[in-house]
């Protein structure tokens, strides 16, 4: 099938992207890597006017860590998180990026992208959720912060409005003790992934967890928080037996036994890993 014919604009910079964006409305779609948007317009099933191409405006791009919050780059491509290393306890992020598709996904696709597209396997959700991330939208209106217990509404739909650019997302660092993880099981090589957790874990003076954060992928169309799991390790000690303990919560969040006893297994891998780090960490400080 070939796509209906669409009309297109590369944007110069981010505010003509939202000056075009607020003129054609619904009618115009950003466009980024195209990982997910490219197949739907094939199959049609989406079909704006307007492509707005923001793909190649560096002001969107990179990683920048900093005093607050993490921030990367809506159009900060997979492949150049996979590569990055400067924060042993947030691992999650290269480890998650790459086990995103194959080589030519991940250079094309990009991080904004993937959580705009709400796809019902885009692995940048569950790490958004565990996080207690946000995402930054701006529009020729202002800029608005959305959390991300508030962004992902169903499968292919997000709290955008059409007149609404993603230009960044910002992950908090916890504390000096903390840890993070990423666990996918793929159904077979190169297909989609069935189901993937991202996990956060950190610690208090102690060693006992004082927050979790515990992000899926694959039960629902869209990403969801395991609120069973992170209530269980709330003030939990790292141990194998805590961490089975609390894994078997996820047991409850699926709705046959196969994805119950396949998440566990995820959860509690990915839990026991952020413990290890967290608590290498801890011993380094």
């Keep these: 099938m070939y796509p209906r014919a669409v009309a297109y604009t590369r944007a110069r910079s981010v505010p003509e992207a939202l000056e075009t964006l607020a003129t054609y409305g619904p009618d115009a779609c950003p466009l980024a890597g195209g990982m997910s948007l490219v197949p739907w317009l094939k199959y049609r099933q989406r079909s704006p006017g307007l492509l707005v191409d923001v793909g190649r405006l560096a002001e969107l791009a990179g990683i920048e860590p900093g005093d607050g919050p993490l921030r ?4 900060t491509r997979h492949a150049d998180v996979a590569v990055w290393r400067d924060a042993v306890a947030l691992a999650l992020l290269p480890e998650l990026a790459a086990g995103i598709g194959d080589v030519q996904v991940r250079g094309m696709g990009t ?8 796809e ?4 940048w959700g569950g790490a958004l959720l565990a996080m207690r991330g946000s ?5 020729v209106s202002g800029e608005r912060r959305i959390a991300s217990d508030d962004f992902f509404l169903d499968t292919y739909r997000s709290s955008l409005r059409p007149d609404e650019l993603l230009t960044e997302v910002l992950l908090p660092v916890p504390s000096e003790r903390f840890g993070t993880a990423a666990v996918k099981l793929d159904k077979r090589a190169a297909a989609a992934p069935l189901m993937s957790c991202a996990v956060r874990i950190d610690l208090d ?12 992928v694959g039960l629902a169309g869209y990403p969801v928080r395991l609120g069973e799991v ?12 805590a961490i089975g303990d609390a894994a078997a919560c996820a047991r409850d969040a699926a709705d046959d ?11 509690r ?4 890993r952020a413990s290890e780090r967290a608590q290498r960490l801890e011993a380094v400080a």
């Design 72 to 75: 990367i780059g809506a159009t």
């Design 111 to 118: 991080v904004g992208g993937g959580l705009a597209a709400v």
């Design 120 to 123: 019902p396997t885009g692995d």
């Design 135 to 139: 995402v930054v939208a701006r529009s």
């Design 205 to 216: 003076a102690t060693g006992s967890v004082r927050e979790a954060g515990v992000g899926c």
């Design 230 to 241: 992170e209530a269980a390790l709330r003030g939990a000690s790292c141990t194998p037996e």
């Design 257 to 267: 036994a196969f994805a119950g006893s396949v998440l566990t297994k995820l959860v």
């Design 269 to 272: 891998d990915a839990l026991g």
